[in-house]
């Protein structure tokens, strides 16, 4: 079942919004969450982006991360164009979405890109969702 746009981006604002120091706002035309108002970790893409028109998220990720997922599920991650040379991972949300692992994708991405100040206020708490 597909999901529109609205409660796509109301669901990625909650997840984000749970961890500490983020901020959103526009970045490029969609929006974007920031940790302490500069360091972007996550965008929303709901109406696609140039040849991948299909609703989706560029999360930031841990080195590795992107060739494991690609590998792993092919349907639902990709490399997305711009951030996926420094590892950042495409997630697809045009299918059945399983938002615990979309949830999970951010938390990674929050991890990825915080600073140890930050991660240590996070704790080692399971994943959103």
Known sequence: MAIDEESLLDEIRR??????????????GAPTWFIRDKTSF????????HHNV????????????QQELMAANPQVY????????RGWIGVRLDRDVDWAEVAEACEEAYRATAP??????????P???
Do not use: Q
Not at 42 to 49: E, K, Y
Not at 116 to 125: D, H, I, P, S, V
């Open 42 to 49: 996550v965008m929303l893409w709901a109406d696609g982006h």
């Open 78 to 85: 990709f490399r997305p164009p711009y951030v996926g040379h």
């Open 15 to 28: 997840i984000c919004s749970a961890f500490p120091s983020v901020t959103e706002r526009p970045s490029h």
């Open 127 to 129: 994943a959103t969702g």
């Open 116 to 125: 140890k100040r930050l991660l240590a206020e996070l704790g080692n708490r």
């Open 54 to 65: 299909f609703p989706h998220l560029w999360c930031a990720a841990p080195p590795g991360a």
